[in-house]
């Protein structure tokens, strides 16, 4: 622990030192949560992350998440020095969906308006219209439903077909999923759910039609947070990512938090909801990056043009 503390204010030291802003997601490990706040940075959704990213006067943008995420950050300040603690960082989604195939698809679909989600390659979203995050893409697809669009999604199929029964949108799709949320298992939750009666279930939209079906609140990370805060339970099963869980305790110290189960696990384990990308990024890590000034983003600048479109749509949406 007292290395830990070290580490932590050095790292601290290094971002004041170097004009620098870490920008962390939630299911990062609960130490770089932590730091992200207490050194003035953020911990939040996809969607939030890439608005302080882009809004925060700093140079220098430490991201703590995927790689998408550092991408997106540089898309929307392509003046600003982006790193990563881990370049290898990646996410199933955009592995599922290559820039050739992915514009194929669109090719054989040329009447349809491409919503992509954030989860992707700069060359994807530069092949789209809109960028959507699960904080907003109910209401992005709704809009463009009453605008009598036909729509193109790609690439996670769970929150598109979501989308779809919930909005009624005329939506062809890619078929992609997450990693950690496909392998939530319905059969399991509902007998979790069968040994804790009064527990509601909250869930990413990332989860399976049939979870879903079982959630008592469907949302992204902060969307899941916001009922959990909100609602009136002691106890809730949660279908995503444990990362979450640090959050989800330390905003709720009187509420119960129960990991849904995965295909692997009983109800009791817990470590296997976790994104093995995101379990990349480490203190250490971080605080190697900002020393030696390795692991910078770069986007090439026809595609950061080109991307930028279907980012700047979706953050003057939901201004
Ligand atoms: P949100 O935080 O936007 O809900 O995204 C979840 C996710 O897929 C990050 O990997
Ligand atoms: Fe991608 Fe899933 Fe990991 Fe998020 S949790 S980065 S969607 S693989």
Redesign the pocket.
């Known amino acids: 622990p007292a290395e830990r503390a070290a580490l932590m204010d050095r790292i601290a030291e290094l971002l004041q030192q170097k004009n620098a802003v870490l920008v962390a ?3 990062v490990h609960p130490d770089l949560q932590d730091l992200a706040e207490r050194t003035g940075g953020l911990v ?4 939030e992350m890439a608005r302080f990213g882009r809004d925060h006067a700093a140079q220098t943008l430490v991201v703590a ?2 790689r998408f995420m550092g991408e997106t950050a540089k898309i929307l300040s392509p003046h600003k020095t982006i790193i990563v603690p881990e370049l290898e960082a990646t ?1 199933s ?1 955009d592995l599922g969906c290559p820039t050739d195939a992915f514009s194929a698809f669109c090719d054989l679909h040329p009447d349809r308006t491409v919503v992509v989600y ?2 992707t390659s700069a060359a994807v979203k530069a092949r789209a219209d809109w960028m959507v ?3 907003c893409a109910l209401d992005v697809v709704n809009h463009l439903k009453s605008r009598g669009e036909k729509i193109l999604w790609a690439p996670d199929r769970h929150l598109g077909a979501y989308i779809e029964r919930a909005t009624g949108a005329d939506m062809v799709m890619w078929n992609g999923s ?1 990693i950690v949320h496909d392998e939530f298992k319905a059969f399991e939750l509902e007998g979790l759910k069968a040994d804790h009666p009064g527990a509601k279930i909250l869930a ?1 939209p ?1 989860s399976p039609a049939a979870i879903l079906a079982l959630a008592d609140a469907i ?5 899941i947070l916001k009922a959990a805060r909100e609602m009136d339970a002691s106890t809730f099963i949660v279908a ?2 444990n990362g979450l869980m640090h959050k989800l305790r330390t905003q709720n110290p009187t509420k119960t938090f129960i990991e849904a189960p995965t295909a692997g696990n009983s109800a009791t384990c817990k470590s296997c909801a976790h ?1 093995p990308w ?1 379990a990349m990024n480490s203190l250490q890590g971080l605080a190697a990056v900002l020393e030696s000034g390795a692991n910078r983003i770069e986007v090439d600048a026809a595609l950061i043009e080109r991307a930028r479109l279907p980012i700047d749509r979706m953050l003057g949406f939901t201004a």
Do not use: F
């Not at 939040?44 to 969607?47: E, F, K, P, R, T």
């Not at 949302?219 to 969307?223: D, E, F």
């Open positions: 997601h939630y299911y939040s959704d996809s969607l998440g995927v996410c989604l954030a989860n995050t699960s904080g997450c990413h990332e949302g992204s990370t902060s969307g995503t990512d994104c995101m």
